[in-house]
């Protein structure tokens, strides 16, 4: 065969393959313009985006103009689009396109830009504040009663009007962990629940890694999927939310299921590994409880755990760590600060506008939900559970039906924030089952669409 032959039958090169990876990096770096655009804003003052704060963000002070809806909702877009093209490019692309050291760039931009800024959207994290001054300063059983009962506490003024007469529904281990933070005044608790928030997430992110990583997924890409997303960094992280302590948790439980190095695609769960002990099994169920002592939610991943595995020991882990948490729990805030189903109960009749039952009662003529639509939509819920449980039982994937169970949670409830349905975004991007992960950044795309719609409507 002659060279010109040869030549004739080589793959051709593409000319402008140059191009993917700037690309690539323009995506990137609109994500994190926009993330900034959010946060410059912000800091200008107070406005229906920005709850009323101490002030924190003094250097971003004359940088920017106060942060309205229309600027925040294309800021949201602008992430929206860039994120979703970032994530179809880096997986068509393969792992060259985007290194380890690049995601963390990446993910960390994003991450400084929300701390350095006020507290986004949402009055939560001054609930989590006024609840931890109750019972440090003023020996009052958050348990019991709402941020109400301290009206002349220098927190008060900052907690959200719906919740100052709301006793608390987190879990006694993040009341106790929030404890510490309330002798360092409004300022400096502030500052050490976006702290928490910050490791939280930097926790969560490495363990991602490596369970992507064990499971044979590429971690970069996992990692971006999770730390890049706008929900995630502008709902979850800037309004510093527990969920991320949870999230934490959930990862540390799947992390002790799963083989220390990468894995093939078969036979790499635990439920089939002979190589996990007694005690890494114990301790992952150990971690769930641990997690829904910070928000119950996180629980529901015991069951598939348990039913996987088929052995005694996570549910001998599971037991010891609800009956310390119980004690620890009952001698730091008696009967009310174990009784976290009563909470749930109360928290599950709330109606939120962003809800997915609220937009089906529209679809249908009905003004609102109604408590038999409470009913029902817990009975689908049991349906679907019970569903997922039988199929793990047959082998489906233990982290795929703990994920969608998660996911199912987000849809059935009347009650649906933003950072609820980012519970599940950890599992899906390491799950065997890869229709997790695609309903999962529907439902988010579902939920940003409804967010933005006014940008939409045709102007009068």
Same mark, same amino acid.
């Given at each position: ?299 529901? *991943? ?7 595995? !088929? /052995? %005694?020991?996570?549910?001998?882990? $599971? +037991?010891? =760590? @609800?009956? #310390? ?99 599940? *975004? ?7 089952? !890869? /229709? %997790?992960?695609?309903?999962?950044? $529907? +439902?988010? =795309? @579902?939920? #940003? ?12």
């Amino acid at each position: 065969m002659t060279v010109a032959a040869q030549s004739e039958r080589a793959p051709a090169r593409p000319r402008f393959e140059w191009l993917t990876p700037a690309l690539a990096w323009l995506l990137a770096l609109l994500l994190v313009l926009a993330t900034a655009e959010i946060v410059i804003d912000g800091a200008a003052g107070h406005t229906a985006l920005i709850p009323k704060s101490p002030q924190i963000t003094g250097w971003l002070h004359g940088v920017g103009e106060h942060l309205g809806y229309r600027v925040f909702l294309i800021a949201i877009l602008v992430m929206t689009c860039a994120y979703a093209a970032l994530l179809a490019l880096t997986r068509h692309a393969g792992q060259e396109l985007i290194s380890k050291r690049s995601a963390l760039i990446v993910i960390g931009a994003l991450h400084a830009a929300v701390f350095a800024g006020p507290i986004l959207l949402s009055t939560d994290v001054f609930s989590y504040i006024a609840y931890a001054r109750m019972g440090v300063e003023h020996a009052i059983n958050p348990y019991l009663h709402g941020p109400a009962a301290i009206a002349g506490d220098p927190v008060y003024e900052y907690v959200g009007h719906d919740w100052r007469h709301v006793a608390t529904a987190y879990g006694p281990l993040y009341t106790l962990l929030s404890y510490p933070l309330a002798p360092l005044g409004v300022k400096g608790a502030l500052w050490g629940m976006k702290l928490e928030a910050l490791f939280a997430s930097a926790g969560t992110l490495a363990l991602t890694w490596r369970c992507a990583r064990s499971r044979g997924f590429d971690p970069v890409w996992a990692i971006l999927a999770l730390g890049a997303n706008p929900l995630y960094v502008i709902y979850g992280l800037g309004g510093a939310h527990n969920d991320l302590i949870m999230l934490v948790a959930m990862m540390a439980a799947v992390s002790l299921t799963l083989p220390a190095g990468p894995s093939s695609r078969d036979g790499d769960t635990w439920s089939r590994s002979a190589g996990h002990s007694w005690r890494r099994e114990a301790a992952a169920a150990a971690w769930v409880v641990a997690g829904a002592l910070v928000k119950a939610t996180v629980a529901v *991943l015991l069951p598939f755990m348990i039913i996987s595995r !088929r /052995r %005694l020991a996570p549910i001998l882990g $599971a +037991l010891a =760590a @609800l009956i #310390i948490g119980a004690l620890v729990g009952y001698a730091a805030f008696g009967v009310h600060g174990i009784d976290l189903v009563a909470a749930l109960n109360r928290d599950a009749a709330f109606v939120s506008t962003d809800s997915f039952a609220t937009e089906i009662a529209h679809l249908f003529g009905k003004p609102g939900v109604f408590p038999i639509d409470h009913d029902l939509l817990k009975a689908l819920l049991v349906l679907i559970v019970a569903h997922l449980m039988w199929r793990t039982w047959r082998g489906y994937d233990w982290v795929a039906a703990a994920g969608w169970t998660l996911l199912a949670i987000s849809v059935t409830s009347t009650w649906l924030l933003a950072w609820y349905i980012l519970w599940p *975004l950890p599992l899906a991007v390491m799950a065997r089952d !890869r /229709r %997790l992960l695609a309903a999962t950044l $529907a +439902l988010q =795309a @579902l939920f #940003i669409l409804h967010q933005i719609s006014p940008l939409l409507a045709p102007v009068e």
